[in-house]
């Protein structure tokens, strides 16, 4: 599967007035993104669904970046060592070739990171500190005002992109067009690909569906909140089928994008 999604060149699809918004998703057959240790109760993508294929692919998509979204919940993650540092591009023996690959495109070694949040709660990674990355927060209009005024004494840049405590998706967008950024990689969760299909701010999904199904008591699916209604139609574009990945029962990985009102 490797150079499924380089070949998408999304980095030159967008503009500053219309940056390309993408995420991506790894599911189960029964609709399973996560689901809750019964011990720890933390919620966690299983990984009995999630290949080295689709690994490959994720990280095709951060290197056509320039900027990742995150969130405020993933850095504390991070921080707590409950997850992996997904941040850094060309780290491993399986991306050292992207790192190229962003050079040779005219991209900047690393994507800028924007961490979306509503409580403005979480640690800023060291690694980010210490690589000098570009680093700017998102964040709603209610946000705690002494939290904004901390990050933007320590001179991170705080969008506002958003009437209520959270991030809405066509601020968000704007704010990040305004900046220069062209393609967007939302490494967000539900409520973040929610907030964009409402909003028609996402250009495209990328799904990967592992034939399997997880079941489990307690789990998260991709999308969260009111009903999306005809915001949250979508047309297949392209589909790929590999039957060896994981365990031998395949993956489809899908691309979509949102089809607009009439
Ligand atoms: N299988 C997959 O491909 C996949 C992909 C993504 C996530 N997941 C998993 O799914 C589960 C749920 O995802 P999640 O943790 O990302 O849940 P989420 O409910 O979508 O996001 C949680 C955090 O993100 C911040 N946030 C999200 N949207 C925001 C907005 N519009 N405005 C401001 N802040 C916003 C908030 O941070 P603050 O609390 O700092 O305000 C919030 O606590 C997790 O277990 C995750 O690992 C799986």
Known sequence: MAGLCLADALHRLGSAAAPFVYASFVGSLDGRIAVSDPVSGASRLPVEITSESDFRL??????????????????RDLAAGRLDDVLQIGTRTMDRDLA???????????????IASASLDFPIPDSLIREKRR??????????????????????????????????????????????????????????LSTM???????????????????????????????????????????HYDAAAPDGAGQWFARFEPLRPA
């Open 58 to 75: 994720f990280l095709e998509l951060e290197a056509q970046a320039d900027c990742l979204v995150t969130h405020g919940g993933y850095l």
């Open 100 to 114: 190229d690959w962003r050079r040779e495109n005219g991209l900047s070694p690393q994507p800028a990171v924007v």
């Open 135 to 192: 680093v700017l927060v998102a964040t709603g209009r209610q946000a705690p005002p002494d939290r904004v005024d901390a990050l933007r004494a320590r001179g991170v840049p705080v969008l506002v992109a958003g009437e209520g405590d959270a991030v809405e998706g066509a601020p968000l967008v704007r704010e990040l067009g305004r900046l220069g950024f062209r393609s967007v990689y939302l490494l967000t969760g539900p409520r973040m």
């Open 197 to 239: 299909l409402r909003d028609g701010a996402l250009s495209r999904l990328y799904l990967t569906i592992t034939h399997r199904v997880v079941g489990g008591e307690s789990f998260h699916t991709m999308a969260t909140g009111p009903r999306l209604e005809g915001a949250g139609r979508l047309r297949l574009c392209t589909l």
